[in-house]
């Protein structure tokens, strides 16, 4: 088992900045590709980025692509979302994704092997 743990969400103001946080536990971390998705009320849980076991390939949603970056520590056994530029429309709960395949970084949330309990940000305008 692999364990996800978020950290970080919050109330932003629009135009400000925030960092999430996933602490993993439990198994191997730097062999899990990760991302981060999130879903709004009413809304369909959807990809906002996700980062390869080396770090070196990132994918982002087109909605937050230049604002957003994924970065991971596996020293730490972290990954990070960075939110530059909030706005409204980000609300949601942020949800950190674990696989042993690609699919945390490209985004196919049914073949994502484990999942956090997610971490609610609220952008007021």
């Known amino acids: 088992q692999v364990q996800l743990v978020e950290s970080g969400g919050g109330l932003v103001q629009a135009g400000g900045s925030l960092r999430l946080s996933c602490a993993a536990s439990g198994r191997t971390f730097s062999t899990y590709a990760m991302g981060w998705f999130r879903q709004a009320p009413g809304k369909e849980r959807e990809f906002v980025a996700g980062i390869s076991w080396s770090g070196g390939t990132v994918n982002y949603a087109d909605s937050v692509n230049g604002r957003f970056a994924i970065s991971r520590d596996n020293a730490k056994n972290m990954v990070y979302l960075t939110m530059n530029n909030l706005k409204p429309e980000d609300t949601a709960d942020y949800y950190c994704?674990?696989?042993?395949?690609?699919?945390?970084?490209?985004?196919?949330?049914?073949?994502?092997?484990?999942w956090g309990k997610g971490t609610l940000v609220t952008v007021s305008s």
């Open positions: 994704a674990a696989s042993l395949s690609n699919a945390a970084v490209v985004g196919t949330r049914l073949h994502c092997d484990y």
